[in-house]
């Protein structure tokens, strides 16, 4: 079997892809308009291919990749759920095409619709003013570590420490390093949880913030979130929440009510915009009235003449990417919002929780969950009984791609040992959570019967496993312009 | 409209195997619970959503077709029709970051080849799979210059985007690092002046090719200011420009970022764009974002997978060289497409044509009484041009009577440029284009 | 091997005196459970550190793991041969996958460490 064909080895000098417009205007020598030590001496290796060399060669490759379209994918944390076809042809209306600069009376239609996004944030996380500025959740933390920040340092005080739980996403103690600040951990209890008692000995006057995903990574929710944010408030400190896992709460429970100070959405998970193969998303912030000064980026305001325009909030901590935002992303969210209502936001929330609870309760007696009580919309179970028996969270999620699904997160949240954490997300079917359910009770038995063939796996994909160590120590990165790879 | 999987019956069949009678009780731990939320208004059938959202984009007054003159940062070019094609196959829309490589070969290729093709247009030898956007790439690009160097303060042209500057500080901001500016004159970077400002705590120089005022800066007097000080230097580069100009390798170059909106990504207000980054080798350990490399499986198949990834937030956490983790990658994969239908010489084709029109209208705009080039250097496809008149009203002006959006008012960003328009021509704008523009500035200026 | 002259902490890093500078690595058992290392992170020479103090960080292809110094002192010499190929440390952990050179502040710190039979034990309770 021959390699896959990188476009660079299709390439056949003189083929062209494309037509560039005519030129109508007076042509002139380059050396007449630019100095030539400004011009490149040779053009840049670009492959020269046509039309349907680019047509077919990805195509090709688009057919190696496993999608929400085509398979069951839990992967945990990441909320893959169906994405509607409607909200892409919303968000490619020609008219929404718009320069970032285009004149404020040119724009009135996208304002309108990303005022009206705001305001339902507001409203579905019980926030007061939300900022659309930021390009994804991470950069959505940093913007509401900076948020926190500000506050702080406009009250006078200039605090160092920011409160994370072992269970946290990796952003988390990423981006408060970014933020500067120094990281402290707080430890899960034996429920999985932040347990009050071991976040007070942590806080002090010189926390900022304490980061906390609710439901957190272990799919449970908070239940000691009252006294969390007292416990934070009483210090002085702000409660951050990662809203990685909305989709568990959304039209149930609002993060604003339960004490949350800055709350940052994904919208590539509950708000089921594309996930592009790892972007683009967006990563609006919402905060509480006392922060909505110092929010990055812009609010959209409707003014007295029912105008509608930008804003720089008066004290805001700057800008995190250039323009207004991720528009084309967003409108994909406000379509998504406006479909669904407030009762269909409700109706998901349930139903993912219902299919997460379905596989718990098929999937326990084999695979133990890491803590034995029903979970929110997604479970984590421990593979830790098949290791023993020779096969590990990694051997059952590489075997899991032959029985044809995509597998859950493995080895993620890092305090459970072989952890299988599995989203199956409201959109999929009882049908087909109990063939995922049978595929993962099938390798079990395999464990025994035909160990090296879970092990061994996957055997049916496109590419078998690969050898990471030697491509992390001799790393190959690009393909070299003369001569073959390696 | 409801997009939940199962029906009324299954859901009971699940309910019951669970063991209870309703999902609401499993919630029994959350507290204040909301009934509804009355501030979303009900759901939408598609049809009725559709129209709705029609009826606010109907709302826009775009220019259309060849009558936007701004550039700005944010540049209409025309995109071959299989790039949107192409990246609307749910098989890349609808997955996600490759952590299973053997399913992810499409993504992960695709990865490769950006990677590739923006090393190859950078002149450098290794290019992440991109960033969040042009600016933000040039704050990570920082942030590595002072891990790499341990210095703590960067110097940056003051040509740069208003708004790129405005993102490096926000950034910085963080880390506590300084940022010197050298501000621009004569709509360029005073090389004079930023030697001045380099020394043994500078990690880095950071300047924008074509910078913000469409100037092309003199990349490799640059290079070796910086390098004579001991400092990286960081050039933020046009990628379509790249065509045609020398490239930031051979110029000198330590890193070079930038965004790959020129690269026939929709203008779609402001985003989503992708950023880009590029380093030399001794950087790679250093470097933000996600990493494709090469690697083999056990029957000796060629198969791309991430790699690196202790570099990243999922594994080193507050130690990560960056807290990136979701990308862009569907725009860098429309960009991947843009190049390669393009290609080696269509790229080089469609940059001359920016470089020949721009200075044909350049020729044609300053005939008109009273308006001339505000500066005499070279430029690619955007100039400003000083007007007799403040340059708002005269947009404003021409907007009205003619439709045409003839250029950024450069007041917007300094009250002392009140008078300066900027425009930019690509190869979207025909002769007529221009003439019109030209019909309309004259009018204007009456 | 013979051991009999290093000594061991309980995180896992050993710490031999070799003409006065006490050498320091990562024990067989820890470049076992870290599995192939890709990567290893050194401190630039001349820094002083305390015992406990983070001196280095060793990366496989999925995890990183810190190396705390053994005793305090200042680096004088690190292990550059690791870092152009980590994959020593998995082959010779004990001899030429050394990673840094500390000049001791304290020589009486190395008496606090555990000897080979009391890290073997550790080892087995760990197991």
Known sequence: MTDIPLIFEISQPGRRGWQLPALDVEDAPLEEMLPAGQVRAEPAELPEVTELDVVRHFTRISALNMCIDTTFYPLGSCTMKYNPRVTEKCARLPAFDLHPYAPTECSQGTLELLHGLQQMLCELCGMHAFTLHPAAGAQGEFAGILVARAWHEARGERRSKVVIPDSAHGTNPASARLGGYQVVTVRSDGRGRTSPSALREVMDGDVALFMLTNPNTLGLFEDGILEIAEIVHDVGALLYLDGANLNALAGIVRPGDLGFDIVHVNTHKTLSTPHGGGGPGAGPVGVTERLADFLPGWVVEKGVDNGFRLRRPERSVGQLRSFFGSTGVLIRAYAYLRALGGRGLRENSLTAILNANYLRSRLRETFAPHVDEPCMHECVLSAKSQKKRGARALDIAKRLLDYGFHPPTVYFPLIVEEALMIEPTETESKTTLDAFVDALLAIDREIDECPDVVRGAPHSTPVGRLDEVSAARRPVLTMPVNGAME | MDWTGSSPDERRQMLAAIGVDSVEALLAAIPRCVEGLPGIPDGLDEASLLRHVSDLAQRNRPAGPGKCFIGAGAYEHAAPAVVEALISRGEFSTTYTPYQPEVSQGTLIAGFEFQTLIARLTGLDVANSSMYDGASAAAEAALLAIRYTGRTAVVVSGAMHPEWLCVLRTYLSGVGAEIRIAASEYGRTPLGQVEACLDGNVACFLIQQPNFLGQLEDLRAAAEAAHAAGSLFVAACNPLALGILASPGECGADIAVGDVQPLGIPLSFGGPYAGYMAVREPLVRQMPGRLVGMARDAQGRRGFTLTLQTREQHIRRERATSNICTNQALVALAATIYLCALGKHGLREVARHNVVRAHRAAERLQEIPGVRLAFDGPYFNEFVLRLPRKARDVCRHVRERSGIWPGLDLGRFWPDMADCLMVCVTETKTREDVEALRAALEDALQ | ?127
């Open chain 3, 1 to 127: 091997m013979d051991l009999s002259d290093y000594r061991f902490t309980e995180s896992h890093e050993w710490v031999q005196v070799r003409e006065g500078l006490a050498y320091v690595g990562i024990t067989d058992h820890a470049q076992e459970q870290i599995t192939d290392i890709t990567a290893v992170e050194l401190p630039a020479e001349g820094k002083t550190v305390k015992a406990g103090d983070e001196i280095a960080l060793v990366d496989s292809v999925k995890s990183t793991f810190s190396i705390f110094a053994p005793v305090g002192g200042k680096i004088v010499r690190v292990n550059e041969s690791v870092v152009e190929d980590p994959s020593i440390v998995n082959t010779s952990p004990y001899g030429e996958g050394w990673l840094v050179a500390i000049e001791m502040s304290d020589p009486s710190e190395i008496d606090a460490l555990m000897d080979e039979s009391e890290y073997e034990e550790l080892i087995a309770e760990e197991e």
